[in-house]
């Protein structure tokens, strides 16, 4: 590979950046799904020529070829695609543009919806190493440097955790993963200790006591979905109940565990929310931690989102017990400010890793571990693996945790001060106050003289200016449901994750969502 | 986030990237892992001074800062890290040039071990729109764009395969991913249909038909590690009997599955390979998918390696009967120059996809599906994900399938040159001829006049020089063992993937072998 082609690419790509962000001009491109998706399919299509709206004569990448030396891609030939298989030179400038056009961008103070971060630039710098290198974690061989590193990060994360030395851990494609994981070991840990057999070998007894996992009603659905992947079905999972704040209740813990317990069912794993997706609510960790040790059960604490906080003095407290878990999820593509993926997975004890440990011979043959060339092939489920560490260990450094936290407590203040513009403003109705960095709130449609409007037409007009703030370009607001049953319970929400946002860009965006309420209530 | 800033933080990366590169020399360090991890340690250190070796003034990152205007990187206090929580201007510099000094280089022609490529500039750059923009693939308003453009690429993938229209897929992190993605639907499906339940809600039965999986004796770990996960057990995996060329015997197949239904088993799911990782063997996939067929079990195919192929018109043919699998995997950061991560994963018919559907209020409301704003959730393992299709779809229609083609055959001839070199040679040994890339072989220690070595004396010699060629810097070779048990099955390996490495840089790295084992032989 020609390195050297690398760098007129990278202005290419600069260059298409920034003529797909002007225009799009807003947050999301003011444009339907079908529309966006015919053009997409234009760009797309092979040999296709650059529509009138994307030609902008920006093409570089024509000169400098895709980059091996012996490139077939040089040819100037075009309409190509995979029947004729000729080479396109400005796929590059003209998919990169149509990308930056058509995407939702974090970095608008007006994109606001998800636990989707601003990557910061010098996170992105550091992929782009990765991109070029290419490492893989999954031997020696194929990532000297990257191994050590990760090593040495995951070590760096432990202690932020609280871990005491003895921990291991592995980066992740994210929090549903890491739950994944967790929740893998728990079981081969605990039903192996409960059947005296290696499940990972035997597979599931069918007899013996049923496993259960114990989490909150408002857990994220990744533990159904490992329940599933697992083999102990959804079912396995006791939803527990939530108090008002949407913490789970510590008493409801209890009572499901002993009623579990007193059905002749093996409480396998509790896993405790620190941050949920809507409301970032903290589950009571101590707790939670007492209750799992005292049933033998083991406690993953999911904190994808709230692990942020322990970059903040400020917020820290709010995850005090994080390190009485046996294994914990971190997303630093969340609060961390990474480009997508950033998970992070930790246990509290190497050894509980022992049923994921593989010998493959040929990547890690034991004589080679033996004489110091260790993979961490046993630490991940996946076998080829991007050196996704760099990037936070990059960021890290450069920031440091002190400079970290302040971000964490720009987007805190953020979010007081978002949840202060919708308390004052007369139509629009908060949920709870922010916990971490986000809130859920509704717009109200009814002018209070002409009478309330109904449940389900409160749902339908919130959805519906959403979906309208979409459509329009305008914004990027969160909609999601309350836990329960029957209408009433959609909600809009704000996740503040973009620390340059300024408290008066977030009241104009809630005069935005304002205004698409009164247009869809006129409807 | 101000994107401004990352033009020179870029410029900083390729900078410390050729830097690295210079210091490196060669395909690998020439350090003991023991002192590489002191050396990356000492560089990760918080506050950590530039090394001699890697202080060369070229810092610029200090005057643009980590990008976020109102950003604390900019504080030039040192003595950082968790505690101290400072910043470190310099740390994407120092921390980019020892990753490429650290690195197993595939660039350079004798790093040749692993299904490990070079990735290609214009795939490299268009994974920096990617990092830079971070769309998530979970929801429609976090990746417009990239949400229409995975469906476009799945489908010309599909195609490819040879599927008819209905077809679905994702991206996933590897051919690990995707073979657990394919033995799950195939454990839903086929289990579901035998007990008619649906599994993944209700957990694995305790009782009824065990099921089993069909794969050879060299299939790729994780399909082991994936019944281990999906709750079947490793020992649900029936190893099939290859022969000499160690592709599967469907002749044993056959019987494997009389015997397995004769003992009142469940017959879930027939692996089959197109592409081991060491030889590139190629299981008969048209008598796997009858047998499969004939057995009502679901069949997967393994192409993860084997699937480039299919971008060659003279190398297709070899995977002729893909078409028929109920599901695929192929890794375009194998055969196909993209950086990690680009596996992708193939059913011949969406609708089995139904066991991973999930609706969850915050991503895909189902009025927000049925306006148009589709997500790609329930396709995925994953919720957060990035958006790997880019540089695929950039990279296909940069150099087209001709393109892409040329490339793999230039690896195939290569492999066929490096194999006419090892026997024409008297101190190395072939395995078998390469099918694909890639070929087994191994240094004969003794002279003939001497009298043969014994068989564990060659395992340990040919391990042994390979590690010596690590420990040199001099080059990166595989090394594995031939399936079965006892001495004498220690094999190297080159695995071939880059297109600009020459016939006579083969047999320049073969000689070199052979230097290493006299080194190693007269120890």
Same sequence: chains 1, 2.
């Avoid at 990169?96 to 994109?111: K, Q, R, V």
Wanted: charged share 20%; with cysteine.
């Amino acid at each position: 590979m020609d390195r050297g082609a690398l760098g007129p690419l990278l202005t290419t790509v600069l260059d298409a950046l920034a003529a797909g962000v002007t225009r799009r001009g807003g947050p999301i491109p003011a444009v339907s799904p079908e529309d966006l998706a015919a053009e997409i399919a234009r760009a797309f299509a092979p040999g296709a020529d650059p529509s009138p709206e994307l030609d902008s004569g920006r093409s570089t990448s024509g000169s400098t070829g895709p980059g091996f030396s012996r490139d077939p891609g040089r040819d100037p030939g075009r309409g190509s695609g995979l029947d004729s298989g000729g080479g396109d030179p400005d796929a590059l400038r003209r998919l990169t543009e149509i990308l930056a056009y058509g995407s939702a961008d974090p970095a608008d103070p007006y994109c606001a919806a998800h636990l989707h971060c601003p990557p910061l630039p010098v996170a992105v710098a550091a992929d782009l190493a990765v991109s070029a290198l290419n490492p893989s974690m999954d031997s020696w061989d194929q990532a000297p440097a990257a191994t050590a590193l990760e090593t040495l990060l995951i070590d760096e994360l432990a202690g932020l955790v609280g871990y005491p030395p003895g921990a291991a851990g592995v980066l992740t494609s994210g929090g549903t993963e890491s739950n994944l994981m967790g929740l893998m070991l728990a079981r081969d840990h605990v039903l192996g200790r409960a059947t005296g057999r290696r499940v990972e070998v035997t597979g599931l007894p069918g007899d013996g006591p049923r496993p259960r996992i114990f989490a909150s009603s408002v857990a994220h659905f990744s533990v159904q979905r490992a329940a599933a992947l697992l083999g102990l079905g959804e079912e396995a999972v006791v939803p527990v109940a939530v108090g008002d704040d949407l913490r789970m209740d510590p008493g409801a813990l209890a009572a499901e565990l002993a009623a579990s317990a007193g059905r002749g069912e093996l409480p396998m794993a509790v896993v405790a929310t620190a941050g949920t997706t809507d409301t970032g609510a903290i589950d009571p960790l101590p707790e939670c931690a007492r209750l799992a040790a005292a049933y033998g059960a083991w406690l993953h604490v999911d904190a994808a989102y709230g692990g942020g906080a322990l970059l903040s003095d400020r917020l820290a407290p709010l995850l005090d017990g994080v390190n009485l878990a046996d294994s914990v999820s971190l997303d630093w593509h969340k609060l961390g400010w990474q480009p997508v993926a950033a998970g992070i997975f930790l246990v509290r004890q190497a050894e509980t890793y022992a049923s994921l440990a593989r010998r493959a011979a040929y990547l890690n043959p034991a004589d080679d571990e033996d004489a110091g060339y260790g993979s961490l092939l046993g630490l991940s489920l996946r076998t080829t693996r991007r050196a996704d560490a760099v990037k936070i260990a990059v960021t890290l450094r450069t920031l440091g945790r002190r400079g970290l936290g302040e971000l964490v407590n720009a987007c805190h203040d953020l979010a007081l001060a978002g949840a202060a513009a919708v308390r004052a403003h007369p139509r629009l109705e908060l949920h709870t106050e922010p916990v971490l960095t986000a809130f859920l709130f509704r717009y109200l449609p009814t002018d209070p003289a002409a009478g309330p409007a109904g449940p389900a037409e409160i749902d339908r007009v919130n959805a519906a200016l959403r979906r309208r703030l979409l459509r329009e370009g305008r914004a990027v607001v969160g909609r999601t449901e309350l836990p329960g049953d029957g209408p009433g319970r959609v909600r809009l929400k704000l996740t503040l994750l973009n620390p340059t946002t300024t408290p008066e860009q977030i009241e104009r965006l809630l005069e935005t969502v304002v205004e698409a309420g009164q247009a869809e209530e006129a409807r």
